[in-house]
């Protein structure tokens, strides 16, 4: 841990300050411009960066900045390690190696299927609702079947995630420390059952995701036990939560702006790209961190080690300097490539050809099956680690 005790500047943001959905990229915006690397009380303090390029270099610079002190803010983790984004390369390098092959584009485009089913059933579901909520009757129960898909859970076990997984985000939205751990504990409850079904009846780790981690092997040696139960405790809730958030504020989007509306439904050919600017533009994550592990100064700021940084990606897919009008949905940007909408370096999503997938299948079927998406009231947003939309009440006219 750091040791300076003192001397630190005084706050330059509160991210425990009142929000709205859209309130966080105004801040952003500011501070990306009068303090780019900006300090917060918050959580035992900590700085943020804004800009893209420290972003982008603290996320790709694995040596200097580390994930293994503390991988987010606020500090989440009450309950032991969690690969992979818990460990360092090259430590963390066989938990990638054993879920990639499962994430492969192959591996992927198989599901289409499953997904476009599922999307389907919760949007006859959604239409079925007198007063909907996209992600209450929509988006948190398909991210939620898609995972299942994808790890072969049982519908009973689905269930019991989902459920779980909800009263987790709840409980890091409201900052009950109580609850967290709580919740957490119950996420890895749902982890080793698993982990000894795949024991006493195990699968093909080539389709699996459980199977492939205890399949696993770092010199020679199985991977460690609390070690996989990590990486699936993690795992089971990065599937859920993300997708959810970010499915909510896409359709804040689209509802606020009718003409785009129209124009993605005369032509679906351009989901794709509209996609890609939708991902820069909500990136569901603004407190990933990293703690240092030498002295550095960044914009003028000197940062010890142990000292957390959060690397608000949010921010950095917003950076002017890098995207011309960067709160304007651009279709086609000429440098959408730059986008960190999933990362960047060693710990970018492994998973984000399955998430591209879930969510273009999710606004083709949402787009397809209806005229006009309106909202009814102001969405509700989410708080740190997360940036986006968790409750958005709206008026659906049926295609």
Same mark, same amino acid.
């Given at each position: 841990?750091?040791?300076?005790? @003192? ?60 994930? @293994? ?35 492969? /584009? ?44 994808? $790890?072969?859970?049982? /519908? ?5 995630? =989902? ?85 909510? =504020? ?18 679906? %050919?351009?989901?794709? %790209? ?8 909500? $990136? ?29 990606? %949010?921010? /950095? ?10 709160? =304007?949905?651009? $279709? ?56 986006? %939309?968790? @409750? ?8």
């Amino acid at each position: 841990m750091s040791k300076r005790k @003192s001397g630190l500047p005084p706050a330059d943001f509160d991210p425990l300050a009142p929000e709205t959905f859209d309130s966080p990229h105004q801040l952003y915006a500011q501070l990306r411009a009068r303090c780019p690397v900006a300090r917060a009380d918050a959580w035992n303090g900590f700085w943020a960066f804004m800009r893209y390029a420290d972003v982008h270099r603290a996320a790709s610079d694995s040596k200097t900045y580390i994930t @293994s002190v503390q991988n987010v803010v606020p500090k989440l983790a009450f309950t032991g390690r969690r690969p992979p984004l818990h460990l360092d390369p090259p430590e963390h390098t066989p938990y990638r190696k054993a879920l990639n092959p499962l994430l492969s /584009a192959e591996r992927v485009a198989r599901l289409e299927g499953p997904i476009r089913r599922i999307v389907t059933e919760q949007i006859d579901a959604l239409l079925a609702v007198a007063e909907p909520d996209i992600c209450r009757d929509f988006s948190s129960h398909v991210t939620i079947r898609v995972f299942a898909e994808w $790890m072969n859970l049982p /519908a009973d076990d689905a269930l019991k995630l =989902s459920q779980v997984g909800r009263e987790f985000n709840i409980a890091v939205q409201n900052f009950d420390d109580a609850a967290v751990r709580d919740t957490s504990l119950k996420l890895y409850e749902i982890a080793r059952a698993l982990i000894a079904d795949r024991r006493r009846t195990p699968r093909d780790p080539q389709i699996d995701p459980v199977s492939a981690l205890l399949a696993a092997r770092s010199d020679g040696q199985p991977l460690p036990e609390d070690m996989v139960v990590g990486t699936v405790r993690q795992v089971l809730v990065v599937g859920i939560i993300a997708p959810t958030i970010f499915i909510g =504020s896409v359709s804040v989007h689209l509802a606020r702006d009718q003409a785009l509306q129209d124009q993605l439904r005369a032509d679906p %050919a351009q989901l794709p %790209a509209a996609l890609e600017e939708f991902l820069r533009l909500y $990136m569901p994550y603004r407190g990933f961190a990293r703690t240092v592990t030498r002295p550095v100064d960044v914009q003028g700021r000197h940062i010890e080690p142990g000292e957390p940084i959060a690397i608000v990606y %949010a921010s /950095a897919c917003r950076d002017e300097s890098v995207f011309p009008e960067p709160d =304007s949905f651009v $279709m086609d940007r000429p440098n959408i490539g730059d986008s960190l909408a999933f990362g960047r370096g060693p710990h970018n999503c492994v998973g984000a050809g399955l998430a591209r997938l879930e969510l273009l299948v999710s606004l083709q079927e949402l787009l397809r099956r209806t005229r006009r998406i309106e909202l009814r009231g102001e969405p509700l947003p989410t708080r740190f680690p997360e940036i986006g %939309a968790l @409750s958005v009440p709206v008026r659906i006219e049926p295609a």
